[in-house]
Structure formats: structure tokens, C-alpha cells
């Protein structure tokens, strides 16, 4: 049950990006492909770990994923990113090596959210090349990348990352999102309630409380903090389920 509703989290994200625009190929990467039936698009899946630790799945989308791009940008989309305006588009966007939200507390280097991002096939090659040099040696592999091995990736192989104001437009994290144009893009479950009708934030987050490692996250305190009116009426929503079924150990 549990993996099936975690996987589940991954199927809806899916789904949803593929119904705001076209792509020209479309990889999942998971240890169970079963658990993303049925889907809106015809995919490619590799079957990966079920990796116990962030640090081990960031080596695999920094050295592995490489193996699979038959594209010269791609996508990367975790389960609580996706595509919120199309009409935000920018071909702007493909101009570059790394693109993803700014990060507003950093006085430079500002671009560096890789939870949905889009790399270049040759940034991508740089790294699986170069990995003895490059190597992920903390949990922040997008904070790693974009500020730590940015210089040394901009001098010595020309790579480039979008300029603030595209990486703006292209989407948001941490900072208030621009309501009246809106972002193409989106990362984090707390961003929900800004890119979903309240019945699609309940789906997700009644899926959230039903995965025990999401239970215990950074995601769902950060969830709750945003969201107090989602968490009462899933308090709600669980006290009518108990009354129903025990009504003396609801009381």
C-alpha cells in the first residue's frame, strides 16, 4: 500500500505535464513501473533501486540518467513539480545548459533548483565524464552543482545557466509566486494550493499522510505550515472516518 501511493504521487505528476505540452520522449525511472498504470502518454521506463538515501538517486540523475536522453535538453521532474502555465512558455528556455527556480536568500548564484529543471545533454555528459572531479559528496546536489562546481563548469567547458529573469519566468520554489503572469513550471508539495484547485491539493496530501517517509518530511511540515486549512479538514475528514467505524474510540 504504501509504495503504491507514493508511486501514485509520481503518476499524477506525470500526467500532468504531459496534458500542458507535447514532449518528444518521456523516461520514468522507478523500481516499481507497474505502479504507474495507467498513464496519459506513451513512456519509456527504466527500472531503478529503490534507493534508501537522496545522496544515492542524485548520483544516479547526475551520472546515470545520461545513459537514457535521446534529446538534447530534458525535463527532470520529481513527484511535487510540474508544468502550472503553458501559456508561460519561453523558447528562451532551451538557451541554456541549467535552468531552474532562483533561490532568493543567495546573494549571487541565485539559480538552483534541479527538481524541476531543465539540463542540457551537454551539461549532463560534462559531469558523467568528469565525475571523479565532480563528485556529489553532500545530500543539496543543486545547491552542489550550481554554486560550488558552477565556476570551474563555466571556465572550463563554457557551460552556461539561465539569467535570473528567465529562470523566474521559467518557474518558482522558495519565492511567492507572480500570480498575475504566473511561471511556466513549479517545485515543492507547500506550492500545491498555488497550482491545484483545493480537491486536487486534498488528493495529493491525503496521499502525502499515506506515505510514512513523507509523514516524517521537511515537505509536509513545510505542507502543513502553508496549508493549515488542508490539515483541518483532513483532521476532519479522518475523525468522521473513525467515528464511523469505532465511534468509542473517536469520543
Known amino acids: 500500500m504504501v509504495e503504491t501511493v507514493a508511486h501514485k504521487l509520481g503518476r499524477l505528476a506525470v500526467n500532468d505535464c504531459v496534458s500542458k505540452t507535447q514532449f518528444a520522449d518521456v523516461v520514468i525511472f522507478t523500481d516499481k513501473p507497474e505502479e504507474f498504470h ?69 546573494p549571487t548564484k541565485r ?3 534541479l527538481g524541476f529543471s531543465f539540463r542540457s545533454t551537454r551539461i549532463m555528459r560534462y559531469l558523467y565524464k568528469h565525475r571523479d572531479r565532480f563528485p556529489i559528496k553532500n545530500d543539496v546536489d543543486d545547491d552542489l552543482v550550481c554554486r560550488t562546481y558552477r565556476p570551474m563548469l563555466e571556465q572550463e567547458a563554457g557551460l552556461t545557466w539561465a539569467p535570473e529573469r528567465v529562470a523566474e519566468r521559467f518557474s518558482f520554489e522558495c519565492a511567492d509566486p507572480d500570480m498575475t503572469r504566473k511561471h511556466w513550471g513549479y517545485h515543492a508539495a507547500f506550492n500545491f494550493a498555488h497550482v491545484f484547485d483545493e480537491e486536487r491539493v486534498m488528493e495529493r496530501a491525503r496521499l ?44
Open 38 to 106: 495507467p498513464l496519459d502518454c506513451e513512456a519509456r521506463f527504466v527500472e531503478v533501486p529503490n534507493w534508501p538515501t537522496k545522496r544515492e538517486w542524485s548520483k544516479f540523475s547526475w551520472h546515470g540518467v545520461i545513459d537514457h536522453v535521446r534529446t538534447a535538453m530534458t525535463l527532470h521532474v520529481q513527484w511535487d513539480s510540474g508544468i502550472w502555465s503553458p501559456d508561460a512558455w519561453s523558447d528562451e528556455f532551451l538557451d541554456y545548459d541549467l535552468i531552474g527556480a532562483p533561490w532568493p536568500w543567495h
Open 111 to 113: 539559480i538552483g533548483n
Open 208 to 251: 502525502m499522510l499515506a506515505t510514512p517517509q513523507l509523514q516524517r518530511s521537511n515537505q509536509m511540515r513545510w505542507f502543513a505550515e502553508r496549508n493549515p486549512h488542508i490539515i483541518k479538514r483532513l483532521s476532519d475528514e479522518n475523525a468522521l472516518a473513525l467515528q464511523q467505524h469505532e465511534p468509542q474510540a473517536a469520543a
